[in-house]
C-alpha cells in the first residue's frame, strides 16, 4: 500500500503585506479586495541618511526631515539587487514592526509578497529567504519577479498554467493593461490572470531593464538590462552643474529635485540643442530663451523660509545679479540662490537614448529593447510591440513616451503595430500588480510558502519551489 502522507495543509493568515523593494523608495501596504493607490500603497524612502548635524534618518523617518543640505545616503539596495540586509532590516523594522509604523503588523499573522529583480543573483535569493523566514519569522512568502504582477488582452490559458510554469509570476503582468492601451477592460471574472504577451521596460533609480512576459511569467532569456537609471543621471547632472555654475557635489538630494521638476525629454534633440546654442548664457546679455523657453531658473531651498527647489521662467537680469552679488533679493527681502538650467534640461535624459555621448559603450533603450525581441521567436514579437508597458521614475520624464515610442518605431518590422502605454503611476505599478494578485485568495494560496514548509524543507528547497513554481 502506497504510504500515507502526514502533511497537514497549515491555513493563510488573512492579511498579506506586499512589498517592491525598489532602490529608490519602496512601495508597501496591505491587500485589499480592491486596492487603491492613494489609500493602500504607502512610499518610503529605502535608505538611511545621515544629516549635517550627524542625526540619522531612517526610512519614513526623512518624511519628518526639514534640512537635507550635504545629506549623505546609504541605500540598501544596488544596481537593483538588495545587497544589504543590514541597512535593510533597520527599515523594515521601522517601517512594520515599529510601534508607530503606519504599517505595522505581526509577521506570524501576515503573508509577505515580496518583488525582486529579474536575474537576481542565487546567493542573494538564498540571504533574502533566510531573512524573511528566520529573522523576521513572517507566516508564508513568495518572492516574485516584479516586472511581471499586470491583466490579460486575451487569455489562452488558465490559471493553474502559470501557477506552476517553470518560473514564478510577474507582478506588472496582473494590471489592467487593456485599459492603459485604449481597449475595453476586463471582464471581472478573468482578474486574476495575467496579460498574454507583455513587453515591461522598467527604467527605475538604479537601472532600466526590459522583460517581455508570457502569460505571467518572465521569458528569462530575452530579458536585458541597461546599467542607466535616476542614480547616474542624478549623478552626472552634480558634475555638469558643479562645473558650470556651483560645487553643488554634496547635493545629491537636491540635484535629484531639480533634475525631476525641470529635466526633459527632447522630441528634437538636435534642434534644441542648436536653439540654445545661440548667444552666451553670461552676466549682462541676454541668453537665448529657446523656442520653448528651453532655459529656466532653479531657486535652491534654503531649508528655513523653502523646503523645496522651485522652476521659474528664466529672467536674465537676475542671473546677472547673482553674478555680482551671489544671491538675489526675493519676496520679503529674504535672499535667494538662483542657477540657471539650460542645455542640461534634455542633455541629461538624452544619456537614456544615446549613452554614446559620454563614452558609454552601451546599446541605447530602443536598441534593448530590439535586442529583448531577438530573443524571442518572431511570432511574438507583434503581440510583443502591441503591449509594451513602461515602469519605474524615469517614465515620468515629460516627452519620455513619445521619443520612446518614435524610435522604436523606426527600429520595429514595418508590418509590426508599436503601441506604448505608461502606468497611470509607473511608480507604483508593480506594487498595484502584487496587490491585485494577493487579492485572489486562491491564487494565493498556490503561490505562498509557509513557515513552517520552509523549516520542514530548508532554503535549497524553497529555492526551487521559487524558481520552478513547483512543490518538490
Not at 532590516?89 to 508607530?100: A, G, M, P, R, V
Not at 504599517?103 to 542565487?122: G, I, S
Not at 503561490?447 to 519551489?465: A, C, F, I, N, P
Request: proline share 6%; with cysteine.
Amino acid at each position: 500500500m502506497p504510504r500515507q502522507s502526514n502533511a497537514v495543509e497549515h491555513v493563510l493568515p488573512d492579511q498579506t503585506l506586499v512589498i517592491d523593494n525598489g532602490a529608490y523608495t519602496l512601495k508597501a501596504g496591505f491587500a485589499t479586495a480592491a486596492p487603491d493607490l492613494n489609500a493602500d500603497c504607502h512610499v518610503i524612502p529605502n535608505c538611511l541618511a545621515k544629516s549635517r548635524d550627524n542625526r540619522v534618518w531612517v526610512g519614513a523617518q526623512l518624511e519628518n526631515c526639514t534640512d537635507f543640505g550635504d545629506m549623505v545616503f546609504r541605500r540598501p539596495v544596488q544596481k537593483g539587487y538588495l545587497v544589504n540586509w543590514e541597512a535593510e532590516k533597520e527599515i523594515w523594522e521601522n517601517s512594520f514592526f515599529d510601534k508607530t509604523a503606519k504599517l505595522k503588523c505581526d509577521p506570524h499573522e501576515t503573508n509577505l509578497l515580496l518583488a525582486e529583480a529579474p536575474n537576481c543573483p542565487v546567493a542573494l535569493q538564498t540571504n533574502c529567504d533566510q531573512i524573511v523566514f528566520e529573522e523576521f519569522e513572517f507566516a508564508a512568502y513568495r518572492r516574485c519577479v516584479g516586472l511581471s504582477f499586470f491583466l490579460p488582452l486575451s487569455l489562452a490559458k488558465p490559471l493553474h498554467y502559470w501557477l506552476t510554469g517553470e518560473v514564478g509570476p510577474s507582478l506588472n503582468a496582473f494590471n489592467d493593461i487593456a485599459n492603459l492601451v485604449g481597449e475595453p477592460s476586463r471582464s471581472t471574472d478573468l482578474g486574476a490572470l495575467p496579460v498574454e504577451c507583455l513587453l515591461v521596460i522598467d527604467s527605475g533609480y538604479s537601472h532600466t531593464t526590459v522583460t517581455p512576459v508570457y502569460h505571467g511569467r518572465p521569458i528569462q532569456q530575452a530579458v536585458r538590462r541597461l546599467e542607466l537609471g535616476g542614480k547616474f543621471l542624478t549623478n552626472y547632472l552634480k558634475e555638469v552643474m558643479s562645473i558650470r555654475q556651483m560645487d553643488v557635489r554634496d547635493e545629491t538630494h537636491l540635484i535629484n529635485q531639480m533634475k525631476e521638476d525641470a529635466c526633459y525629454v527632447s522630441s528634437d534633440f538636435r534642434a534644441d540643442l542648436e536653439s540654445i546654442g545661440r548667444g552666451p548664457l553670461a552676466a549682462g546679455k541676454n541668453p537665448p530663451i529657446g523656442k520653448d523657453g528651453i532655459i529656466v531658473d532653479f531657486v535652491l531651498p534654503d531649508y528655513s523660509t523653502r523646503m523645496r527647489g522651485e522652476v521659474r521662467p528664466h529672467d536674465p537680469t537676475t542671473m546677472a545679479m547673482r553674478t555680482k552679488l551671489g544671491a538675489v533679493p526675493g519676496v520679503g527681502g529674504v535672499k535667494e540662490y538662483i542657477m540657471a538650467v539650460g542645455n542640461e534640461r534634455f542633455t541629461i535624459p538624452e544619456l537614456l537614448f544615446n549613452p554614446g555621448d559620454i563614452g558609454m559603450k552601451q546599446a541605447s533603450l530602443p536598441e534593448t529593447v530590439m535586442q529583448s525581441l531577438s530573443g524571442l521567436p518572431q511570432g511574438l514579437w507583434p503581440s510583443m510591440l502591441t503591449n509594451i508597458l513602461v515602469v519605474g521614475g524615469n517614465a515620468k520624464f515629460k516627452g519620455f513616451i513619445e521619443r520612446l515610442s518614435l524610435e522604436i518605431r523606426q527600429l520595429a518590422p514595418a508590418e509590426c503595430i508599436v503601441r506604448i502605454a505608461i502606468a497611470p503611476d509607473p511608480i507604483k505599478s508593480t506594487w498595484l500588480g502584487g496587490a491585485r494578485l494577493a487579492a485572489d485568495k486562491a491564487a494565493l494560496k498556490e503561490l505562498m510558502v509557509t513557515r513552517h514548509d520552509y523549516q520542514e524543507h530548508g532554503s535549497s528547497w524553497l529555492l526551487k519551489r521559487f524558481s520552478t513554481g513547483k512543490a518538490m
